[in-house]
């Protein structure tokens, strides 16, 4: 059984950075899209970011030019830097990873990936 775990989160100021980490266990697991979701409070869950097993990257608009990801294959393990936070991004993230779905496609496709974590609390304060 494959599980995502991730961690990083907490409390940050506007204007701060944080880095979240997602590390995948269990049997021998080689995904090929992996990607972050976030849902704030009293909304939907919405798409933040994907990488492919290659490194291309897709980014939700709200988040260009502020948050990378990145993926290290060897480990298993995804990452999303973020950075210039805002309060508007504080929400529960989770982690996805999917063994044979395009990361392109995960963005509009959440509802078939086949792994997800359990999330993780990120909060910007003003």
């Known amino acids: 059984q494959v599980q995502l775990v991730e961690s990083g989160g907490g409390l940050v100021q506007a204007g701060g950075s944080l880095r979240l980490s997602c590390a995948a266990s269990?049997?021998?697991?080689?995904?090929?899209?992996m990607g972050w979701f976030r849902q704030a409070p009293g909304k939907e869950r919405e798409f933040v970011a994907a990488i492919s097993r290659i490194g291309t990257t897709y980014y939700a608009d709200s988040v260009k030019g502020r948050f990378t990801i990145s993926r290290d294959n060897a480990k298993t393990t995804v990452y999303l830097q973020m950075n210039s936070l805002k309060p508007e991004d504080t929400a529960v993230y989770y982690c996805?990873?999917?063994?044979?779905?395009?990361?392109?496609?995960?963005?509009?496709?959440?509802?078939?990936?086949?792994?997800w974590g359990k999330g993780i609390l990120v909060t910007v304060s003003s």
């Open positions: 996805a990873a999917d063994r044979t779905m395009p990361a392109q496609t995960m963005g509009v496709n959440s509802g078939n990936v086949d792994y």
């Open positions: 269990g049997r021998t697991f080689s995904p090929y899209g």
